[in-house]
């Protein structure tokens, strides 16, 4: 996946915006086997793609995808575990894991990462008063590890699709960060949801997700966030999707 190119000055706010939804409708296209899965994600992509109520105004928000490996990529500045970060809107700046994110989306999330983002044409991120930043990044050296981008994307949207849920609804607001591979926290959620999209779409996902995902499919938080978040994407107006049985899947009925 090609990091998206910076759009010329010259371009009026129109062709700027018209742009920007050309290019969330190609990514979600490509998101698909990965969030048909996961609506706490697809709640998540949702809340960029539409938008959230800021005050008196309803403002969208952004996906940035920046560089992992190369002269210029983050692997060679930063640690290699960083790989992506969900910077919410001041509407949930006041998360229930996080408490420092919007002051931390202000400040460029450190000056060795904004840096490296203007060195890749990133120049700034949105500011938290007009809506929420997903960053994620791309453009691994590993063949194998083809749509790891995607299943960190994955993880930021279900992060933010989390926040709307305990700002908003008052739910899992006792959830604790945890850590990866750890059950019952938000993190080890994360593995499960990205081992899920390994084992229901066949998509790629880091060592360990799919086993951990299957240890865990049964789990009462998992079912209860999985339908709170289908519910909030029924109030959205986003349509429910639906499985097909495997007798409909032989008959040709779904492809």
């Not at 109520?53 to 996906?63: F, L, M, P, V």
């Not at 904004?114 to 060195?119: A, D, P, T, Y």
């Not at 240890?215 to 339908?227: E, F, V």
């Given at each position: 996946m090609e990091v998206p190119k910076r759009k010329p000055k010259t371009q009026n706010k129109t062709q700027q915006q018209m742009g920007e939804q050309l290019g969330l409708l190609e990514l979600r296209a490509e998101l698909e086997p990965y969030l048909k899965d996961n609506p706490l994600a697809?709640?998540?992509?949702?809340?960029?793609?539409?938008?959230?109520?800021?005050?008196?105004?309803?403002?969208?928000?952004?996906?940035?995808?920046?560089?992992?490996?190369?002269?210029?990529?983050?692997?060679?500045?930063?640690?290699?575990d960083y790989r992506g970060q969900m910077f919410p809107s001041s509407r949930y700046k006041k998360g229930f894991t996080t408490t420092e994110d919007a002051e931390a989306k202000n400040?460029?999330?450190g000056s060795y990462t904004?840096?490296?983002?203007?060195?890749q044409g990133i120049e700034s991120l949105l500011p938290p008063s007009k809506g929420s930043t997903v960053y994620y990044e791309t453009g691994f050296d590993d063949p194998n590890q083809r749509g790891y981008d995607l299943s960190i994307l994955l993880e930021e949207l279900a992060h933010l699709g989390m926040r709307k849920l305990q700002t908003d609804n008052s739910e899992f607001t006792d959830l604790p960060v945890g850590r990866t591979m750890q059950p019952d926290t938000e993190e080890g959620l994360m593995d499960v949801m990205q081992g899920r999209a390994e084992a229901e779409a066949g998509?790629?996902?880091?060592?360990?997700?799919?086993?951990?995902?299957?240890?865990?499919?049964?789990?009462?938080?998992?079912?209860?966030?999985?339908?709170?978040?289908?519910?909030?994407?029924?109030?959205?107006?986003?349509?429910?999707q639906v499985k097909p049985k495997t007798s409909e899947k032989l008959m040709g009925l779904f492809k």
């Open positions: 697809r709640l998540g992509f949702d809340m960029i793609e539409r938008g959230e109520q800021i005050g008196d105004e309803r403002s969208g928000g952004e996906i940035l995808a920046g560089l992992a490996g190369g002269p210029q990529g983050m692997d060679r500045y930063i640690e290699k400040k460029g999330f904004s840096q490296v983002l203007r060195f998509v790629y996902s880091a060592p360990g997700n799919r086993d951990f995902y299957i240890s865990q499919k049964s789990s009462p938080l998992l079912k209860g966030i999985d339908q709170a978040a289908l519910k909030e994407l029924g109030m959205r107006g986003v349509p429910v």
